[in-house]
C-alpha cells in the first residue's frame, strides 16, 4: 500500500537539543526519500534525501537514517536552532512521476 | 535557490463555476506537477506534465481537471466545474529531470476554497 507515515504531528524542542523525526512505509518498491522542509507562507523545498541502497546521510546538522528491515526512516537535527522551526515532510518514490508525502511534523524550536 | 510562483495566493469560487490556477515553473525546467493538499492531511500527487503532455496522473486527477502550458507561458490547472471536496491547498511543483528521484521546486500554494 503506498502510504508513508510520520510521527509526531507536532514537537517542540528546545535550542541547541535534538530533534528526530520518524516515517514508516509499507510498500517495498520505494527507493528513494526525501525530506522537504517548509516555512510559513512558501513552498516545501527539499533538505535532504537518501537512496535505498544507503543506510545514512549526512548534510551539516541534518542526519538521515534508513532502515530497509523495518521500512523506516528518520531525520536527526544536531543543535536544533529557532532558524529550524518549519514543517517537515518525508517522502518516499519507487523512481515513478510523484512522490508519496507524509503527514508533515510541525517543528517548533524555542530559544 | 529557484523559485516557483504561484498566482493568485488565494481563490474564493461558488460550486460550479471554473477557476484556473496559474504557476510559473523555473525558467529551465522541464517537468510539471500539480499536487494537493486538503487542510491536515499530506500532500497529494494529481498529475505531471512534459512536452505538452500528461504523463502520469492519479485517481484524485478528476475528469473536471485540466492542465497545460500554452506556448511556454504559465502551467495551469484548470477546474470545470469545481465541486466542494475540490476545495483544498494545490502546490505546483517543476524539475529539470523526470522521474521521481528527481529534487522537485515547490510553489507556495494556491489555498482554493470553493464555497
Known amino acids: 500500500q503506498q502510504q508513508v507515515r510520520q510521527s509526531p504531528q507536532s514537537l517542540t524542542v528546545w535550542e541547541g537539543g535534538t530533534t528526530v523525526l520518524t516515517c514508516s512505509y509499507e510498500?517495498?518498491?520505494?527507493?528513494?526519500f526525501p525530506w522537504y522542509q517548509q516555512f510559513p507562507g512558501e513552498g516545501p523545498a527539499l533538505l535532504i534525501s537518501?537512496?535505498?541502497?544507503?543506510d545514512k546521510k549526512e548534510d551539516g546538522r541534518f542526519t538521515t537514517f534508513f532502515n530497509k528491515r523495518e521500512k523506516k526512516l528518520s531525520l536527526h537535527i544536531i543543535d536544533s536552532q529557532p532558524g529550524d522551526s518549519a514543517t517537515y515532510f518525508c517522502a518516499a518514490s519507487s523512481g515513478s512521476w510523484q512522490l508519496i508525502f507524509g503527514s508533515g511534523t510541525q517543528l517548533t524550536v524555542m530559544p | 535557490g529557484p523559485k516557483v510562483l504561484q498566482i493568485p495566493s488565494h481563490q474564493i469560487i461558488d460550486m460550479g463555476q471554473m477557476v484556473t490556477l496559474n504557476c510559473d515553473p523555473v525558467s529551465n525546467h522541464l517537468y510539471f506537477y500539480w499536487y494537493k493538499q486538503i487542510l491536515g492531511q499530506q500532500m497529494e500527487f494529481l498529475v505531471n506534465?512534459?512536452?505538452?503532455?500528461?504523463?502520469?496522473k492519479s485517481k484524485l486527477f478528476k475528469d473536471q481537471f485540466s492542465v497545460e502550458r500554452p506556448d511556454g507561458s504559465y502551467f495551469t490547472l484548470k477546474i470545470q466545474p469545481t465541486a466542494l471536496e475540490d476545495s483544498a491547498v494545490y502546490f505546483c511543483a517543476s524539475s529539470q529531470a523526470g522521474g521521481g528521484q528527481n529534487t522537485l521546486y515547490f510553489g507556495a500554494g494556491t489555498r482554493l476554497s470553493v464555497l
Open positions: 537518501i537512496l535505498s541502497v544507503s
Open positions: 510498500d517495498s518498491t520505494f527507493n528513494y
Open positions: 506534465f512534459y512536452n505538452g503532455k500528461v504523463m502520469e
